[in-house]
Nanobody, 120 residues
Framework: VQLQASGGGLVQIGGSLRLSCEAS????????VGWFRQAPGKEREFVAS????????YYAESVKSRFTISRDDAWNMVYLQLNGLKPEDTAIYYC??????????????WGQGTQVTVSS
């Protein structure tokens, strides 16, 4: 499976972005999907994940209530809505599959990442 992340950009504090993860090869409907992020000099960290059915989702404490993960299997897409952005959210955001866990090594397939920069 190939994953393509997009939607990043430069935004001011408090702003919003919607990241997209498109699956090809095999459809995203076959997988649970996770989002991770990596800031310069830091380890890659879990952000959110969504189950195969979309009925369950999980979030890092740092983003809970601000970020929302969703999926549209008709379009092979998984989205991550980022609201109330803070400078500490600045990172490259990656989607990965299949998996629900919080550890990067649980996911065999990764997208190329999309940069999110929050300016102060």
């Amino acid at each position: 499976v190939q994953l393509q992340a997009s939607g990043g950009g430069l935004v001011q504090i408090g702003g919003s972005l919607r990241l997209s993860c498109e699956a090809s090869g095999r459809t995203s409907s076959a997988y649970a999907v996770g989002w991770f992020r990596q800031a310069p000099g830091k380890e890659r960290e879990f952000v959110a994940s969504i189950s195969l059915s979309g009925g369950s989702s999980y979030y890092a404490e740092s983003v809970k209530s601000r970020f929302t993960i969703s999926r549209d299997d008709a379009w092979n897409m998984v989205y991550l809505q980022l609201n109330g952005l803070k400078p500490e959210d600045t990172a490259i955001y990656y989607c990965a599959a299949p998996g629900l866990g919080r550890q990067p090594n649980e996911y065999p397939y990764w997208g190329q990442g999309t940069q999110v920069t929050v300016s102060s």
